[in-house]
T-cell receptor, first 114, second 110 residues
Framework: EAEVAQSPRYKITEKSQAVAFWCDPISGHATLYWYRQILGQGPELLVQ????????DSQLPKDRFSAERLKGVDSTLKIQPAELGDSAMYLCASSPRTGHYGYTFGSGTRLTVV | DAKTTQPTSMDCAEGRAANLPCNHSTISGNEYVYWYRQIHSQGPQYIIHGLKNNETNEMASLIITEDRKSSTLILPHATLRDTAVYYCIIFSGGYNKLIFGAGTRLAVHP
C-alpha cells in the first residue's frame, strides 16, 4: 500500500535554531497538507498545496514558518527560529485532488525544542 | 464547516461492537461526515465518509440519521488494535479545511 513518507521521524533542536521537515506524498497526489499536532489535541492545518501552489496558509505563523513544494511533488516545512512552543508532531498528508477523497497521512515528525 | 460533539472517551470489550456517536446538528446539505482514527504515535487514518446514506467498508459502518444531525461509527468486532482516538469531522470538500476536534478516545479491553 502506498504511503506518505516523512523524515526525520524525531528531531530535537535548541530554541533559536532552524529546523526542517521533509514530506514525499503518494505518487500522483496533487494536494498536500501540513498539520501540527500538540500533545493531547487534534491536528491543526498549517498549509495546503495544490500542485506547487499554496491554497491555504492562513494558520501558518509566517514570521518563522515557511513551506514550499517547488516541483509539485515533495515538500519541505521549515521553522526558523524554533521556539519552545513549537514542540509538537508535524504531520504531512496527501490526497489525489480536492474533493471527497480520504487524506493519507504520514507517520509524522516529532519535534522537541529545548 | 459544521462543528461536531463527541464523547471524550469510551471503552469496549474485545470482540464486541464499538458504537461511536457524533452530533453535528448544524450540518448543511453539501457537507459530508468523515471519520478518521489515530493510533498512538501514528498519523491519522481515514476510515469512512458519507453524505446521507449509510456506508460500509472493510473497516467500519457509518450510520447517519435521516435528519443528518447525528451519526454513529460502528466497528463490528472490536480488537485491541482498534484502541485509538476517533475523530468525527464535517467536511464540504473542495479547498475547505479538514478540521479535527478532540475526538473520542476508545479503549478496547480484553
Amino acid at each position: 500500500e502506498a504511503e506518505v513518507a516523512q523524515s526525520p521521524r524525531y528531531k530535537i533542536t535548541e530554541k533559536s535554531q532552524a529546523v526542517a521537515f521533509w514530506c514525499d506524498p503518494i505518487s500522483g497526489h496533487a494536494t498536500l497538507y501540513w498539520y501540527r499536532q500538540i500533545l493531547g489535541q487534534g491536528p491543526e492545518l498549517l498549509v495546503q498545496f495544490q500542485d506547487e501552489s499554496v491554497v491555504d496558509d492562513s494558520q501558518l505563523p509566517k514570521d518563522r514558518f515557511s513551506a514550499e513544494r517547488l516541483k509539485g511533488v515533495d515538500s519541505t516545512l521549515k521553522i526558523q527560529p524554533a521556539e519552545l512552543g513549537d514542540s509538537a508532531m508535524y504531520l504531512c498528508a496527501s490526497s489525489p485532488r480536492t474533493g471527497h477523497y480520504g487524506y493519507t497521512f504520514g507517520s509524522g515528525t516529532r519535534l522537541t525544542v529545548v | 464547516d459544521a462543528k461536531t460533539t463527541q464523547p471524550t472517551s469510551m471503552d469496549c470489550a474485545e470482540g464486541r461492537a464499538a458504537n461511536l456517536p457524533c452530533n453535528h446538528s448544524t450540518i448543511s446539505g453539501n457537507e459530508y461526515v468523515y471519520w478518521y482514527r489515530q493510533i498512538h504515535s501514528q498519523g491519522p487514518q481515514y476510515i469512512i465518509h458519507g453524505l446521507k446514506n449509510n456506508e460500509t467498508n472493510e473497516m467500519a459502518s457509518l450510520i447517519i440519521t435521516e435528519d443528518r444531525k447525528s451519526s454513529t461509527l460502528i466497528l463490528p468486532h472490536a480488537t485491541l488494535r482498534d484502541t485509538a482516538v476517533y475523530y468525527c469531522i464535517i467536511f464540504s470538500g473542495g479547498y475547505n479545511k479538514l478540521i479535527f476536534g478532540a475526538g473520542t478516545r476508545l479503549a478496547v479491553h480484553p
